[in-house]
DNA sequence: CGGGTAGTTGATGGTCATCAAGGGGGGTGG
DNA sequence: CCACCCCCCTTGATGACCATCAACTACCCG
């Protein structure tokens, strides 16, 4: 029960949101806007979303959401990788997802954040306020359309991840992971040989997967020693044999 | 790996949905409309709510959401409790939430339902075709946002119920349990000698916790042991100690 | 070259699953 | 009305999977 003394070195590390470089709020030109909720809004209308974003880029490791903190922000992910969490008072922690690119985070109701948000690899957002969101949202209705679309689809995932959490073996987990990571960054589904990058270290992988370090790492060993997966570093895997992977991420195979 | 003996009988049971009485479709004398998505609608225009609602009953055990069947309707529950699950191919089992009055099932963006619904108390629901509901939400835009706010409460909900699942010891989750169910029940919280009604089987709760029943089993008889709980019948039990069991929950304490 | 961090591997133990048997309550049929 | 049965629940004995503890390697950066 006490798998947490590696987080000390990050629990150091300053909790406060300080954002550095304010870059130019053009959504014109953002490369994401495709596929984010801000494609509800016509090109000749996005000054008037740009004037409520604030853009801003992180560095790893900076968290900037806290759960408790008062939930004043809404930030729209355009490029890097942050990891969602939620800690139990004595250092356990359970990361409930990684946002990337086009994903939506503090999409609150109550009053405060019910979890913490942190950079794994530089991190660039849209930044509204609470009230600058929802001036957004009156002006663009198909925008909030969007969100509930958005919500819908990570309640899907968040059920999968109940299963998994719930009801899957570690082997399970991790090629459900592996699996997963591999439809994020958008390659065809079923196609072996695949590369998949690991932006997250084994500590990040084994609170999502509630597991611990050891047994990531132990499972990443024995799924490429039996051919599934190969190792390229620790942070880019290919995926050798996607159906055998398919298979064991549902719960088909015996060992 | 097997613990899915005691869901044969279950499985056995028609997976198809066939609706019995239709009751008067009349949304005005709804007593659940207050706590619902459809308290956004003024009550002078609730005739075109009700239009599209085909109000049901269903009896216990019956199945009205099977997973992976195409998502054509909406369901809003109106009374008894629902258990929403996930399957694994070889019967695994994780109950990814119970439904109560007032909440809304279906909303999917897929195509196909990800989930499978069934009645634990006999059921009431109104039922909305996908294009009904559609057309009721392009008429009440206030309705849509209602529906983004109960998916945003979903999530967190949802991320609490990761972090209980991937982090949790048995005790806790079980701690954890009773006090959202003391919640969802409506009474103060901190308020102690409360009791709570269990309308699913010890199997229900262990499916939802990721356990078995016989750990759930012996982890009820050990609260009750320690005087936090009173155990009047297997399904209604008093919290007697209110403070010990969100200490409990929280993982403050160590045993 | 040295220190620190991340990852791997091994030995051991604990929590919970599994296997097994017994108890209790509600409903049905005799 | 009682007896029986069935299902649900409880309790006990054993075992497996994964956590914990510990040592070691690899790699990065100063």
Redesign the pocket.
Known sequence: ???FA?YA?QARRPGLVVEPGHLPSICDNCDSRDISVCSAIDSHELHRLAAAAVVTQIEPGRCFIAEGEPADNFYNITSGTAKIYKLLPDGRRQITGFATRGDFLGLAVSQNYAFSAEAIESLRYCRFSRQGLRTVLSDFPEMERRLLTVASNELVAAQEQMLLLGRK???ERLASFLLSLALKQGDCPHQSGVRVHLPM???DIADYL??????V??N??RLKNEGLIA?QS?DAVTLNDRDGLVQLAEGYCSE
């Open positions: 029960m006490n798998n590696h070195a073996t570690a082997r270290t084994r500590g509630g597991l611990t370090i050891e047994t790492s132990r990443f060993t190792l620790t």
